[in-house]
């Protein structure tokens, strides 16, 4: 049974225009981008990671995953695509995540080709499984879903391991075992992007935006059909840290207040309502 925000997403995919999904780690952040006029989120699995205090590297547990991507898709109306790792497993544990994840209503989801456990796809250490056993992955995961909507996004961490000989052989065997999406992570600059927009310019792309290499504008010029936007977790690290040593030295922090509005975003006004509404 088809759902109206995968439905949505896939007709965004098909626009022509670049869909810019920001980086999440909560439901707040995704509160807050759809606020500002954001058309889908994505829930980041190492802002996920981190949110649970851990680093990117394999340590959350598939339904830590969906617990998070479960309230960032509450909370909003747009589209979410959520990091799904390795799929937890093999091809049978991907079977089991995608449908974990489409039926909390994500939209769309993205698995990697790395070995588990996996690390993040920017840190030095990690490894590839066989480009055959990520292909059946790919297949279990368009037999597991149930919306056809629902959109596959496969991903390679080839690049650092064994370069863009191999990087572009797997996204083609990846997209022709039926993967809606390619995914190579790990580019660091500007001459990597262009070079998996010219290499693989006929294949539907996702562009990791974590490195600043390019600005949205410059990406969506390049073809590319997806962008995960805004390293968001820089910004809450770096903004919280300010915070807490101002407070430390200061005894106070001297940032605006914003109680009023961020309770607003949650819905507070919301729950007023029913409280005159069920007022016995």
């Known amino acids: 049974m088809a759902n109206e925000r995968t439905t949505r997403l896939r007709a965004m995919l098909s626009s022509g225009e670049m869909v810019v999904a920001p980086f999440c ?11 500002v006029g954001f058309k889908a989120v994505y829930m980041t ?7 649970h205090g ?7 547990t598939q339904t830590e995953m969906v617990a998070n991507a479960r309230y960032i898709a509450n ?16 091809a049978i544990n991907v079977h089991r995540a995608v449908q974990e994840y489409e039926s909390i209503g994500v939209s769309g989801i993205h698995i990697e080709d790395q070995v588990f456990p996996k690390k993040c796809g920017f840190f030095a250490g990690k490894d590839v499984i066989p480009m055959e056993e990520h292909v059946q992955k790919v297949r279990a995961a368009l037999d597991a879903r149930k919306d056809k909507d629902f959109v596959i996004i496969a991903r390679t961490d080839a690049l650092q391991v064994n370069g863009w000989e ?20 790990g580019v660091k600059t500007k001459e990597d992007l262009e070079t998996c927009a010219r290499e693989m310019a006929d294949l539907p792309k996702v562009f990791n935006g974590a490195d600043p290499v390019a600005t949205t504008g410059e990406v969506a010029e390049l073809g590319f059909k997806l962008m995960l936007a805004g390293y968001t977790l820089t910004v809450v690290y770096d903004a919280v840290k300010r915070a807490m040593t101002e407070l430390r030295d200061n005894g106070a922090i001297s940032t605006p ?3 009023t509005e961020i ?18």
């Open 25 to 35: 780690l909560n439901a707040l952040h995704a509160k807050i981008a759809e606020s």
């Open 45 to 51: 699995g190492s802002g996920t990671s981190a949110e």
């Open 54 to 60: 851990f680093s990117d590297v394999g340590l959350l």
């Open 75 to 90: 909370a909003v109306e747009v589209p979410v695509v959520a990091d799904c790792d390795t799929g937890y497993g093999n």
């Open 166 to 185: 191999d990087t572009i052989r797997r996204c083609k065997a990846y997209y022709a075992a039926g993967a809606d999406l390619v995914f190579v992570d």
């Open 257 to 259: 207040q914003y109680r």
């Open 263 to 280: 309770a607003d975003l949650l819905g507070l006004q919301d729950i007023y309502a029913m409280e005159k509404e069920y007022k016995s």
